[in-house]
Structure formats: C-alpha cells, structure tokens
C-alpha cells in the first residue's frame, strides 16, 4: 500500500529461482500448520504477506517500536497452534 512498485513477477514460473526458493523454504515452515485441507500455499502467502506487513510498517515507524516483539510473537503463535 505504502511502497513501490516492482516489476519481479511473484508466483508465476517466470519468478526468478531465488523467489521460488525463498518461498519453497518458508512453505516448508508452514506446511506443518496447515489444517485437513488448507491450501498450504495460499496459507503460505498469507504467513508472508503478515510478516511483510509487520516488517514494512516497522521499518517505516508507523508501528510503535515496545510492542514490536509482542506483536511477532502473537503473530506467530497464531500460525503455529495446531
């Protein structure tokens, strides 16, 4: 919302390997939270679209810095209860 465009194409075969990979790795991470028949990429891009949220609003200070560490760890106990 806040930042700029770029022309890297996501979640096409014309990714380049090194987004592929990057995503391989951190679906790897997910997959064991996925419910019977979540869609474990979908739930992929979910956990990253959070943690790239979480990430440009701090970088960008529209996030008060104390609670910084409070909210990751709500984030990613949500994602990894089973």
Partial sequence: M???AVDLPF???DAPVELRTSFGELRQAVAPMAA???DVD???ETYWASLHGLAALT???RLPE???DRRLA???SHFSAV
Avoid: E, I
Wanted: charged share 20%.
């Fill in 36 to 38: 019977d028949g979540d």
């Fill in 74 to 76: 709500l984030l990613v």
């Fill in 11 to 13: 979640a096409t075969a």
């Fill in 2 to 4: 806040f930042t700029l």
């Fill in 59 to 61: 970088r960008s200070g």
């Fill in 66 to 68: 104390r609670a910084h």
């Fill in 42 to 44: 979908l739930l992929t």
